[in-house]
């Protein structure tokens, strides 16, 4: 039997979602697991799911839950797709760099058509370029844009910047999909109503991450575009992403919106990434390798020094964009974000 020790289970930062399961999450889960209820989403837990994220939304869309990221981000492009079509994303962007071709495989086709930008933010102008290069029958035709909120790179898009967007999408006639991944991140960092950073700035199909966010699992997917939504259900099932216990699924959500700990849970991640890179910065050799504006910390360090802070048995990537990325959870100890710092500026001491 492999014992599991205590300092296997240190908080570490290498993503947000080495945590586990938040109090609010975890009791909503125990509250539906009463009784029997009817499978496959009708109950009255998935109901009441889908009602709390109308509510919170302002608006009366179109509700999904699915298991996760990939499944939500790449089964909602492929509804907004034929295969024939193209898909504006950027470089970094999730779906085109750890999705293992999933957004393809179930559009059966559609494709990825890439933007370069350092921040990892697709903007109006790489839109436009890539919507209008081609036009011949030989070249995909665009059909949908997909921006990630929060980035991948730890950024935010101001409610101006998705106007913006949008505006651009609707001239070339794009639907407007956005990964939201890190969506409660971002309504906290911009202290954004939800509704102002989604459909209220253009955004069609939004992925809304639980998981990240303090579930054990599950994404919710929400068309603001109810027309969209067509046959949705049956894409769901047929890839694997029907819950017959969708209670469990559902219920979580439940207990995550109806008491605000969505909100809570992603303040306090970025307020612990926004103290954490407070401290580093002040260390000589290191960088913050771009602004803290939600639940991550990019550092430039030399990779002496990265190496000796993971021989001190912290994990971290590098993965993206050569910084060595921290994120912070709903469950963040800052006396362990202390000890990282701690230990950080002894390493780049023992390198000066
Ligand atoms: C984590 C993440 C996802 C979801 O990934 P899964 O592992 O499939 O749940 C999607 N988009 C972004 C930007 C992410 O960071």
Known sequence: MTAIHPEDLLQQFASDNYAGICPAAASATEAANQGHVSSYGDDPWTARAADAFRELFETDSEVFFVFNG???????????????????????????????????FFSNGSKLLVAQNAEGKLTPESIRELATKRQDIHFPKPRVATITQS???????????????????????????MDGARFANAC????????????????????????KNGMAVGEAVLFFNRALAADFDYRCKQAGQLASKMRFLAAPWVGMLEGGAWLR?????????????????????????????????????????????????????TFIGGAARFMFSWDTDLARVDALCRDLEECAALRM
């Open 265 to 317: 849970n992603a303040a306090h991640a970025n307020h612990c990434a926004k103290y954490f890179a407070a401290r580093v910065s002040s260390i000589p050799g290191i960088q913050l390798a771009a602004p803290v504006e939600a639940n991550a910390a990019f550092l430039l360090a030399p990779e002496v020094v990265l190496s000796s802070l993971r021989e001190r048995g912290w994990k971290f990537y």
């Open 188 to 211: 906290a960092a911009l202290d954004c109503a939800p509704a102002e950073l989604t459909w209220k700035s253009g955004v069609d199909v939004l992925c809304f991450g639980g998981t």
């Open 70 to 104: 990939t499944a939500a981000n790449s089964l909602a492009l492929a509804a907004l797709c034929q295969s024939y079509h193209g898909v504006i994303c950027c470089e970094s962007s999730h779906v085109e760099t750890d999705e293992c071709g999933a957004p393809e």
């Open 151 to 177: 980035t991948e790179t730890g950024r935010v898009y101001t409610v101006a910047e998705l106007r913006a967007i949008s505006d651009e999408c609707k001239s070339h006639g794009l639907c407007l999909h």
